[in-house]
C-alpha cells in the first residue's frame, strides 16, 4: 500500500531565508510524487511533480523537489522566502492504477516578515 | 477556460436536508474526484469516476452519493446531511494516461450543517 508522511504540520520562516517541507513515502513500486500548493480559499495547485525523468525536479515559484530512493523521500525546498509564499502545502503520491491518490495531511509555511 | 468550477461556493444546512454539489469541467478529462478537506487529515476521496456513466468508492463515501451522467458533470449528493459532513468540499479532474499526470482542482464548497 502507499503512503505519504509530511513530517511537520507547521514550519516558519523569515523572508529571505530557506525552506524545507518534508515529506516522506511508502510505496511498492516506483511511484509518481507532486507537491501541491493551497492558498487560502482557494483549490490545490501543482507546484511539480516527479516522473523518473530526473530526481531533482524544479517547479513553479522557485521551488524544487529532490526524490531520494534509498530514503524514500521527496523533500520541497525553496533558496529564498516570499511573503507570498505563505500557505498550505501537500505531498501526495498515485497510487497504482492511477486512479487515486494519497494526500499528506499538510504542512503549512509562516513567513515573517 | 474555466477549468474545474464548482457550484455553489458556500452553503449552509440544516441537519437532515439534502442538496447536491455540482462540479462541471471543461478540459475533457476522463477521471473525476470528489473530496472533503478537514484541519490536519489532508484531503480525504469521497467517490471517483473513471469515466462517463461510472462511480466508484472512496476512502469515506459512507453518506453521500455520485452521479456522472455527462462526461463534464460530477455530482455530490448528500441525502440527509449531519454535522459531521461540515466540511470543504474539492473535485478534481485528471486525464488518462501515466502515473504522472496531475490532478486539477476547483476551488472548493464550503459547507456547515447545523
Known amino acids: 500500500a502507499q503512503s505519504v508522511t509530511q513530517l511537520d504540520s507547521h514550519v516558519s520562516v523569515s523572508e529571505g531565508t530557506p525552506v524545507l517541507l518534508r515529506c516522506n513515502y511508502s510505496?511498492?513500486?516506483?511511484?509518481?510524487l507532486f507537491w501541491y500548493v493551497q492558498h487560502p480559499n482557494k483549490g490545490l495547485q501543482l507546484l511539480l511533480k516527479?516522473?523518473?525523468?530526473?530526481?531533482l525536479v524544479k517547479g513553479i515559484n522557485g521551488f524544487e523537489a529532490e526524490f531520494k530512493k534509498s530514503e524514500t523521500s521527496f523533500h520541497l525546498t525553496k533558496p529564498s522566502a516570499h511573503m507570498s509564499d505563505a500557505a498550505e502545502y501537500f505531498c501526495?503520491?498515485?497510487?497504482?492504477?492511477?486512479?487515486?491518490?494519497?494526500f499528506g495531511a499538510g504542512t503549512r509555511l509562516f513567513v515573517k516578515a | 477556460n474555466a477549468g474545474v468550477t464548482q457550484t455553489p461556493k458556500f452553503r449552509v444546512l440544516k441537519t437532515g436536508q439534502s442538496m447536491t454539489l455540482l462540479c462541471a469541467q471543461d478540459?475533457?478529462?476522463?477521471?473525476m474526484y470528489w473530496y472533503r478537506q478537514d484541519p490536519g487529515m489532508g484531503l480525504r476521496l469521497i467517490h471517483y469516476?473513471?469515466?462517463?456513466?461510472?462511480?466508484a468508492k472512496g476512502e469515506v463515501p459512507d453518506g453521500y452519493n455520485v452521479s456522472r451522467l455527462k462526461k463534464q458533470n460530477f455530482l455530490l449528493g448528500l441525502e440527509s446531511a449531519a454535522p459531521s459532513q461540515t466540511s470543504v468540499y474539492f473535485c478534481?479532474?485528471?486525464?488518462?494516461?501515466?502515473?504522472?499526470?496531475?490532478?486539477?482542482f476547483g476551488d472548493g464548497t464550503r459547507l456547515s450543517i447545523l
Open positions: 516527479y516522473t523518473s525523468a530526473a530526481t
Open positions: 469516476s473513471v469515466g462517463e456513466g461510472t462511480t
Open positions: 501526495v503520491v498515485t497510487s497504482f492504477g492511477g486512479f487515486k491518490t494519497i
Open positions: 478540459m475533457n478529462h476522463e477521471y
Open positions: 510505496s511498492s513500486y516506483s511511484p509518481s
Open positions: 478534481a479532474t485528471r486525464t488518462t494516461g501515466g502515473l504522472d499526470q496531475p490532478q486539477h
